[in-house]
């Protein structure tokens, strides 16, 4: 019998029958004509026509301004595709992930952006509903109905961390006061709490940003501090986090560790006994040789510390702070970066509030390890090095408006006083 009609189950439509068919539906044919010819449902056959002109959503994710990878997202097959601008482990969205599946998708929104934005993990379904048009209106970022640009480091919200105790990895142990440090689930951000001491919650957290501020403004190369906050238990914290440098590569070797390992000490007499610049630059002597590194570059980064230290009234430079970077793939020592600068403008000290003057107050802020007055130490360190030389375009220092305490604001003054004096 003669099928005069065409009708019956057809074999699978090639995406050039597809396009064809499109062609004539927008050209004015009817969709229940085009399908009868098909010999498919009309529903089969306009689904089909939606899935020829799905365009995969595109996110780009940024890190301070730089495009570190692009995420191609097919939400209708579940599937992501990404490309990778950046080498840097800790700057890409997926980290190690070279080809992440789309449970790992998942865990990134929910990370990053679901919960800032109030959404949940069960309404991600949600964020596609015709074709190429996906509501993703309340994520954070700019989208244009076909890409979502996701912005770090821009961003005006907090993020919270959540702690177990399993997560923790260090607490800072004092006489009377403790400090919460750990990393995140996914390795990507060192998180440190602020200090407590005597019960005292101390604002160390507001030093560890300003001297962020400052290193920028002086050129000295540092771990950039962010404000967060931690819950740990039923208690919520201030608090700073950073890229965890150890995922792009870098083990951190203490001073002192690395003075061990060549039978030296900077507990010995001779060291004790030296002046301030003798021992900056007995210091930089010992990096350069372990490190097979340039005198004069590690004699720069002695400088940044002490300078930085200054500036902030670090009280807490000790030798296992600084030291230098290890790098794996290279098999090589290597500069590191500035850390560890918030014990300092008074907000480390919870005795602040029984001074009587700055000056009085003053007689507990030393720098280490000179174990000298850090306006006293500026000076000797600018008749030695010429700081505006060193950090040219320096009118004078700004701290930013984090500042409260009366203390604080005096220091503040006084080293933007005495800045401006040098030649």
């Given at each position: 019998m003669k099928n005069e009609r065409n009708a019956g189950r057809k074999g699978r439509l090639t995406?050039?029958?597809?396009?064809?068919?499109?062609?004539?539906?927008?050209?004015?044919?009817?969709?229940?004509?085009?399908?009868?010819?098909?010999?498919?449902?009309?529903?089969?056959?306009y689904k089909r026509f939606q899935d020829a002109e799905y365009v995969p959503a595109r996110i780009?994710?940024?890190?301070?301004?730089?495009?570190?990878?692009?995420?191609?997202?097919?939400?209708?097959?579940?599937q992501i595709q990404i490309v990778n601008y950046v080498t840097e482990l800790s700057k890409r969205a997926f980290g190690y992930e070279e080809?992440?599946?789309?449970?790992?998708f998942v865990d990134f929104l929910e990370r990053y952006y679901l919960k800032v934005s109030g959404l949940k993990e069960k309404q991600i379904p949600l964020l596609s509903e015709r074709g190429g048009q996906y509501s993703l209106a309340d994520l954070e970022g700019v989208y244009d109905g076909?890409?979502?640009?996701?912005?770090?480091?821009?961003?005006?919200?907090?993020?919270?961390?959540?702690?177990?105790k399993g997560d923790l990895m260090y607490y800072r142990s004092d006489t009377d006061g403790y400090q919460l440090k750990g990393i995140t689930a996914d390795r990507r951000y060192f998180v440190k709490?602020?200090?407590v001491m005597a019960g005292v919650k101390l604002r160390d957290w507001a030093v560890e940003i300003i001297a962020t501020g400052l290193c920028k403004q002086f050129g000295i190369p540092c771990v950039e501090q962010k404000h967060g906050r931690v819950v740990y238990g039923k208690t919520e914290y201030d608090a700073v986090y950073s890229a965890n440098f150890e995922l792009d590569g870098y083990s951190f070797a203490s001073f002192e560790n690395l003075l061990e390992r060549c039978n030296r000490s900077s507990k010995e007499e001779e060291f004790i006994r030296m002046d301030a610049v003798s021992k900056l630059k007995w210091c930089a002597e010992q990096l350069a040789e372990i490190g097979s590194i340039s005198y004069e570059r590690a004699e720069k980064y002695m400088l940044d510390l002490?300078?930085?230290?200054?500036?902030?009234?670090?009280?807490?430079?000790?030798?296992?702070?600084?030291?230098?970077?290890?790098?794996?793939d290279r098999k090589c020592f290597e500069l590191p970066l500035v850390f560890d600068n918030g014990m300092g403008l008074f907000e480390h000290d919870y005795y602040r509030d029984r001074y009587e003057s700055f000056d009085e107050a003053m007689r507990t802020v030393y720098v280490s390890p000179y174990g000298e007055d850090p306006f006293e130490l500026m000076e000797i360190l600018?008749?030695?090095?010429?700081?505006?030389?060193?950090?040219?375009?320096?009118?004078?220092?700004?701290?930013?408006?984090?500042?409260?305490?009366?203390?604080?604001?005096?220091?503040?003054?006084?080293?933007?006083e005495l800045w401006q004096r040098f030649d």
């Amino acid at each position: 019998m003669k099928n005069e009609r065409n009708a019956g189950r057809k074999g699978r439509l090639t995406q050039a029958q597809v396009e064809e068919l499109n062609r004539r539906w927008k050209a004015g044919e009817s969709v229940a004509e085009l399908a009868e010819e098909c010999g498919i449902s009309r529903q089969a056959l306009y689904k089909r026509f939606q899935d020829a002109e799905y365009v995969p959503a595109r996110i780009d994710y940024s890190v301070e301004g730089e495009l570190c990878t692009r995420i191609e997202v097919d939400f209708r097959k579940e599937q992501i595709q990404i490309v990778n601008y950046v080498t840097e482990l800790s700057k890409r969205a997926f980290g190690y992930e070279e080809h992440p599946d789309w449970d790992a998708f998942v865990d990134f929104l929910e990370r990053y952006y679901l919960k800032v934005s109030g959404l949940k993990e069960k309404q991600i379904p949600l964020l596609s509903e015709r074709g190429g048009q996906y509501s993703l209106a309340d994520l954070e970022g700019v989208y244009d109905g076909r890409s979502l640009q996701i912005r770090l480091g821009s961003d005006e919200n907090i993020p919270v961390f959540r702690f177990s105790k399993g997560d923790l990895m260090y607490y800072r142990s004092d006489t009377d006061g403790y400090q919460l440090k750990g990393i995140t689930a996914d390795r990507r951000y060192f998180v440190k709490a602020q200090a407590v001491m005597a019960g005292v919650k101390l604002r160390d957290w507001a030093v560890e940003i300003i001297a962020t501020g400052l290193c920028k403004q002086f050129g000295i190369p540092c771990v950039e501090q962010k404000h967060g906050r931690v819950v740990y238990g039923k208690t919520e914290y201030d608090a700073v986090y950073s890229a965890n440098f150890e995922l792009d590569g870098y083990s951190f070797a203490s001073f002192e560790n690395l003075l061990e390992r060549c039978n030296r000490s900077s507990k010995e007499e001779e060291f004790i006994r030296m002046d301030a610049v003798s021992k900056l630059k007995w210091c930089a002597e010992q990096l350069a040789e372990i490190g097979s590194i340039s005198y004069e570059r590690a004699e720069k980064y002695m400088l940044d510390l002490a300078v930085l230290d200054c500036l902030v009234g670090n009280v807490d430079r000790h030798m296992r702070n600084f030291g230098l970077f290890f790098r794996n793939d290279r098999k090589c020592f290597e500069l590191p970066l500035v850390f560890d600068n918030g014990m300092g403008l008074f907000e480390h000290d919870y005795y602040r509030d029984r001074y009587e003057s700055f000056d009085e107050a003053m007689r507990t802020v030393y720098v280490s390890p000179y174990g000298e007055d850090p306006f006293e130490l500026m000076e000797i360190l600018d008749k030695e090095f010429h700081l505006k030389k060193k950090y040219p375009g320096i009118v004078e220092p700004d701290y930013g408006d984090a500042l409260t305490t009366p203390f604080a604001l005096e220091y503040e003054k006084r080293m933007c006083e005495l800045w401006q004096r040098f030649d």
